[in-house]
């Protein structure tokens, strides 16, 4: 099976534009996640959606934003984009949204905001 | 929220030295993942382990849920080795998890 893909790869924005980067998660999986990396604050939850439906959100502004597709693919959306928005942003898919299973993550985005 | 506590932050070994990594948590989990971070930034998986120990080739993993710890261990270490080790843990319902602040590895000829 193919992993978790992610588009584009890498991105560069300037404060106040907008962004929406896409996840494909494997074939079957049914939860996808998103995460933030910074060389300060780490890997941090954003939210994860399963069955089109946001299950949980981690402590982001509401410029952070996302959906998921009757396909499982996935999108988040970052508007009025920041300097401190810059992060490698990764996205993982799991089989099932029960808390069990592994969670399988994607190459990433590299977000860089002038 | 759930905390995740890693160490040692920072090691430097030799080609052929063996390891062992360190992941503390605060509460009952229900998923604890291990993984290395590449030096492109994706995450590679290598043991799903809420409990007792498993092991791949040279690398192998001990969970004692009880006493809410961790440990992975690298034997004969090897250069390919280097990155980041991060811990993360499910707690709760969904698939958040929460990570630890990784173990940065390098290993030297």
């Known amino acids: 099976k193919a992993g978790v893909t992610q588009t584009p790869r890498y991105l560069i924005k300037t404060r106040g534009q907008q962004v929406t980067l896409s996840c494909s998660p494997i074939?079957?999986?049914?939860?996808v996640s998103w995460y933030q990396q910074t060389p300060g604050q780490g890997l941090q939850f954003l939210f994860e959606?399963?069955?089109?439906?946001?299950?949980n959100k981690g402590n982001f502004p509401g410029r952070f934003s996302g959906r998921q597709f009757s396909n499982s693919r996935s999108e988040m959306n970052v508007s009025t984009l920041e300097l401190g928005d810059s992060a490698l942003y990764l996205c993982?898919?799991?089989?099932?949204?029960?808390?069990?299973?592994?969670?399988?993550f994607g190459p990433g985005t590299r977000l860089l905001v002038l | 929220g759930i905390q995740v506590e890693q160490s040692p932050p920072d090691l430097i070994l030799q080609e052929g030295a063996n390891s062992t990594l360190r992941c503390n948590f605060s509460d009952s989990v229900n998923n604890l993942q291990w993984f290395h971070q590449n030096p492109w930034g994706q995450l590679i998986n290598l043991f799903y382990?809420?409990?007792g120990t498993k092991q791949n080739g040279r690398l192998s993993a001990t969970t004692v849920a009880t006493e809410r710890y961790s440990l992975l261990y690298i034997s004969s270490s090897q250069t390919t080795d280097s990155g980041v080790y991060f811990c993360a843990v499910l707690a709760g319902g969904g698939n958040k998890l929460t990570f630890g602040t990784g173990t940065q590895l390098k290993v030297e000829l």
């Open positions: 074939s079957g999986h049914r939860s």
């Open positions: 382990i809420p409990s």
């Open positions: 959606y399963f069955s089109e439906t946001q299950r």
């Open positions: 993982a898919s799991s089989l099932q949204g029960q808390a069990r299973g592994t969670q399988y």
